[in-house]
């Protein structure tokens, strides 16, 4: 597999800066809990379904002890032009299902400040890459139906999207991996998550349950 655990990719961003890709460690603990600080109540809502203004340790033991085959995490590090520390700006993640084995569920989230730079993209291109390499044919998706925004994204790509269905309150889709390594950009799973990475909540994760 090329997305293991000694992968690093650094890329150019149109600003200048760079941005190293590799697979989130148990030590990024406390940068997992600094960037969660930097989501909005809104935000943090969506994605774990509850009020959530802190992550406990039990949170922060699973989100960042991964076994890199059935839960693996990227972490995108960023380094401004002039600077000489990577700031920790985007994370994504997917969980393989017990119980459908080529199905996972799947987030993005990049931080307010590094959003529209292309880290999104970025992180999803590979997480799909290290998805395939492991088995893995669809990413589930899952929203509440009060976030309007999502649902409305979500009809628009229905024509290439399974229909939705209700789960404890909730919609949930599934989408198919493109074949390619990269998805063509009006693929609709790189649609539906280039918004989540660039602020709108789409995909939600039932951490812990």
């Known amino acids: 597999m090329r997305v293991d655990a000694d992968f690093s990719a650094v890329h150019a961003l149109a600003d200048g800066s760079r941005v190293r890709l590799r697979l989130l460690r148990p030590e990024d603990r406390e940068r997992v809990r600094e960037g969660f600080a930097r989501l909005s109540p809104t935000s943090r809502y969506d994605r774990f379904l509850a009020p959530t203004p802190r992550l406990s340790e039990q949170m922060l033991e699973y989100l960042t002890r991964c076994d890199g085959v059935n839960h693996v995490a990227l972490a995108a590090e960023r380094l401004p032009p002039g600077r000489t520390a990577w700031d ?7 969980v393989r299902l017990r119980d459908a ?3 996972a569920e799947a987030a993005v989230a990049v931080v307010d400040d590094a959003q529209n730079l292309g880290i999104g993209r970025l992180l999803l291109t590979t997480l799909v890459e290290a998805a395939r390499e492991r088995g893995i044919t669809t990413f589930r998706a899952w929203i509440l ?8 994204l979500i009809e628009e790509l229905a024509l290439d999207a399974v229909r939705p269905r209700h789960e404890d309150g909730l919609l949930v889709y599934d989408f198919p991996l493109p074949g390619e390594a990269k998805p063509p950009p009006r693929a609709p799973l790189y649609r539906l998550f280039r ?3 660039a602020g709108l909540t789409v995909v939600v994760r039932r951490l812990l349950g």
């Open 101 to 103: 084995p080529d199905v």
């Open 195 to 197: 918004a989540a990475a």
């Open 88 to 94: 920790g700006v985007g994370i994504a993640r997917f």
């Open 145 to 152: 139906p009060t976030n309007e925004r999502a649902r409305a």
